[in-house]
């Protein structure tokens, strides 16, 4: 986990399908919490994972229908206060191309996590 949070600080992150971007401004099926979420708050979402918030692993398809091996995680965090027990619960979905030869994360789903 410290060298996917590492390679993110670095390198970022891309949004990679049309229902993470609509979560991220609070739009869709469970829209993250307003306000609108940037690209940076989700570099802080991965920064406050810990391995004990990992689900499972699967392959995902993105919009633009490429196929990327991802890990899927949620915790709760709030944007104020990072990792936080009580704050909404947030599941993520990334995975790294690699065809790319890039060490952006690619976002494949973002939203708040089912309870």
């Known amino acids: 986990m410290k060298v ?6 670095e390198h970022g992150v891309e949004i990679m399908n049309d229902a993470a971007s609509e979560a991220m401004l609070g739009a869709g099926r469970r829209p993250l919490p307003s306000p609108v979420w940037r690209q940076r708050d989700v ?19 993105t919009s ?9 995680y949620a915790t709760e965090f709030s944007r104020v206060r990072g990792r936080w027990v009580g704050a909404e619960k947030i599941y993520v979905k990334f ?6 030869g890039s060490s952006t994360a690619l976002i494949c789903s973002l939203h708040l996590a089912e309870r």
């Open 64 to 72: 633009s229908k490429a196929r990327i091996d991802c890990d899927a």
């Open 95 to 100: 995975g790294f191309s690699p065809f790319t």
């Open 4 to 9: 996917v949070q590492q390679l993110v600080t």
């Open 43 to 61: 570099v802080a979402l991965i920064c406050a994972l810990q391995a004990d918030d990992y689900i499972n692993s699967q392959w995902c398809l």
